[in-house]
């Protein structure tokens, strides 16, 4: 990667959609607006995007996902073998439809307003799911860029709706292999067209640990009635990610980001619970980072993270993307030295908890509140680097 100082500040990915990209994102949908025509309004939103980040002091950039509908849900569009479905579409092929009710009933969102990719044929990339993405904001910066990728482990399970599904795939894990040939697929493409730094969004891995086979789980998991132990679906993790970077460690830096669900800024009906049992599982997966929220108390001790192999980075979650309060220089600061006892400082990478638009119409914060957060990430990095001025690595 391209020489950066010590603690360089990014982002988990998503940025605020602006209303001539919702609008047009939904005019896609409904298939009443050309490509050429969508592509226009979403450049200049990746533009916006771009801008926002530079403003903030933002060293690793995204395109702020501006053509994605959520940070899942929009490689529908791109594979074929999949098919778009609402949770209350969902609702007639699960097959533990009280649980399902259950928790349409619980969640913080309209069963109307998220949507999950369900498989109903044999999978095969239509065309890249992120490349061109990349290519276009190449063409806008020279800084490091960061790709963002739904991860193997979300992908198999949450596309795999028995009723659906079953002809094409038995099961989840027959699905898994060619969910890993379609990663590897995209990462061989990112790596050609030089980006530098791939992020997997793993959010379900939280909810696994913690939740058994007989409770109420969140959209994210609720469409496979699970039968693994926890350990056997995080074993399983385990295998996808690794059979997918296998090959790509010294030709592109990876990283796998796991939060707790970014849906709702309500906190009760959020996922909680500490890293502490994934540390065993995150120790054995051959990624370069772990992309984990620290500014919220949900996420538990630092000190866990003590657990890890020496020699894994850490992108540390500063700030909460769901609240309109600014968190203090001074806050963030004693985050990151609460990380320094046990990773050194060019391991630690800044970035906000998750990212500030997960779903394309319903945005966790405002452009303004999300450049204010970036902002003090970059003015805590900027103090760090004084004290540890000399050190930058490549």
């Not at 452009?367 to 004084?386: G, T, V």
């Amino acid at each position: 990667m391209k020489k950066l100082p010590l603690f360089p500040v990014t982002v988990v990915g998503s940025l605020p959609r602006p209303d001539s990209v919702l609008k047009a994102l939904r005019q896609k949908q409904k298939g009443t607006v050309a490509a050429e025509a969508f592509n226009a309004v979403a450049d200049k939103a990746v533009q916006e995007a771009l801008a926002l980040q530079d403003g903030a002091g933002v060293e690793i950039v995204s395109d702020g996902e501006q053509r994605r509908d959520s940070f899942f849900a929009f490689i529908a569009e791109h594979l074929e073998g999949t098919r778009l479905m609402t949770l209350a579409e969902m609702l007639d092929y699960v097959e533990d439809k009280a649980a399902f009710e259950r928790l349409l009933s619980a969640l913080d969102v309209p069963a109307f307003a998220l949507k999950n990719p369900v498989v109903v044929g044999r999978l095969k990339r239509r065309h890249p799911l992120v490349a061109n993405d990349f290519r276009y904001l190449r063409t806008l910066t020279d800084k490091p860029i960061k790709a963002t990728l739904p991860g193997p482990y979300l992908m198999a399970r949450s596309m795999w709706v028995k009723a659906l599904s079953h002809e094409f795939y038995p099961d989840k894990e027959s699905l898994g292999k060619d969910v890993v040939c379609i990663l590897r697929e995209e990462l061989s493409e990112l790596v050609e067209a030089g980006c530098q730094f791939v992020q997997f969004d793993e959010p379900v891995l939280t909810e696994v640990a913690f939740a058994g086979p007989n409770e109420t789980h969140t959209f994210m998991c609720a469409a496979l009635s699970e039968k693994s132990s926890p350990r056997e679906e995080l074993e399983f993790a385990v295998d996808l990610i690794n059979r997918v970077v296998d090959g790509f460690e010294n030709r592109i830096k990876t990283a796998l980001h796991v939060c707790r669900g970014n849906w709702s800024q309500k906190e009760n009906v959020l996922l909680r619970g500490a890293y502490d049992p994934l540390i065993p599982f995150f120790s054995r997966m051959k990624v370069k980072q772990f992309v984990l929220e620290y500014a919220t108390e949900r996420a538990g001790s630092i000190e866990v993270l003590a657990g890890l192999p020496a020699d894994k980075e850490i992108g540390l979650g500063v700030v909460d993307p769901r609240t309109p309060e600014v968190e203090s220089v001074e806050f963030i600061l004693g985050k990151v030295r609460a990380l320094l006892k046990f990773r050194r400082p060019e391991q630690i990478y800044l970035n906000s908890d998750c990212g500030f638009g997960t779903f394309s119409d319903r945005p966790m914060n405002t452009p303004e509140i999300a450049a204010k957060k970036l902002r003090a990430i970059h003015q805590a990095a900027e103090i760090l680097r004084a004290e540890y001025a000399g050190k930058e690595v490549q």
